[in-house]
């Protein structure tokens, strides 16, 4: 069953238009979320997590466990920003093993 | 300080053929995680290692698929008799603890099955 559910797998926005990538989980404990990205040619590395409040390159996500989302939002895309980005949960009742969702590839043109 | 690092970076086999791929872990952390990553399929897990306690092999598709870490260290994923299905970027990753530790990603050996 696909626990962590990235509706898009291409995104395209231009500079400085706002861009908001999705992420919907499906879990009835207590989730952690995560947000990795992976940019050309480069490692995947974690972005950012809920439980942190914070925000890393402008982007921030907030955890709704109503819709039992993460989306990813920021403001004002830059082209850098383009990259894959993966959403990620970890369940309490397995320690470590993260659930990737399937990714979204966002494409930020001048 | 130096990364999670793997080795091969690529390697080509022959269907049926056994392979072995290589983690080194960051020193000191106590977790380490091996995923796939196939094309459309995101990543996926395999198997995860905690310090001394058994390893959480749920994730690993088949029998075929097996891993193991070395004093606490290093850990070799070993695929036998490969398919072609095998073929994807397989990941490594480890963390100073298990329970919402930041994991490190190393840069992936590319396994192509001919």
């Known amino acids: 069953a696909q626990r962590v559910t990235q509706p898009e797998k291409l995104l395209s926005v231009f500079k400085g238009a706002p861009v908001e990538l999705k992420c919907n989980y499906s879990y009835s404990g207590s989730p952690e979320l995560f947000w990795y990205v992976q940019y050309s040619r480069q490692r995947l590395q974690l972005l950012l997590r809920h439980i942190s409040r914070e925000s890393i390159k402008g982007f921030t996500a907030d955890l709704n466990k109503g819709e039992t989302s993460f989306h990813l939002k920021k403001p004002f895309a830059q082209e850098e920003d383009s990259a894959m980005y993966y959403c990620?949960?970890?369940?309490?009742?397995?320690?470590?093993?993260?659930?990737f969702g399937r990714g979204t590839q966002l494409t930020v043109w001048p | 300080g130096a990364g999670v690092s793997q080795s091969p970076s690529n390697k080509v086999t022959e269907k049926g053929k056994d392979v072995e791929l290589r983690c080194d872990p960051i020193s000191g952390h106590t977790a380490l995680y091996w995923y796939r990553q196939s094309l459309g399929q995101g990543l996926e897990f395999l198997i995860y290692f905690q310090g001394n306690s058994a390893p959480d092999k749920s994730g690993l598709p088949s029998d075929r698929f097996s891993a193991e870490r070395t004093g606490g260290s290093v850990s070799t994923l070993t695929i036998q008799r490969t398919q072609q299905e095998d073929s994807a970027v397989y990941l490594c990753?480890?963390?100073?603890?298990?329970?919402?530790?930041?994991?490190?990603f190393g840069p992936g050996t590319r396994l192509t099955v001919t």
């Open positions: 990620a949960l970890l369940r309490g009742s397995t320690l470590g093993r993260l659930y």
């Open positions: 990753a480890s963390s100073l603890f298990s329970h919402n530790y930041e994991q490190y």
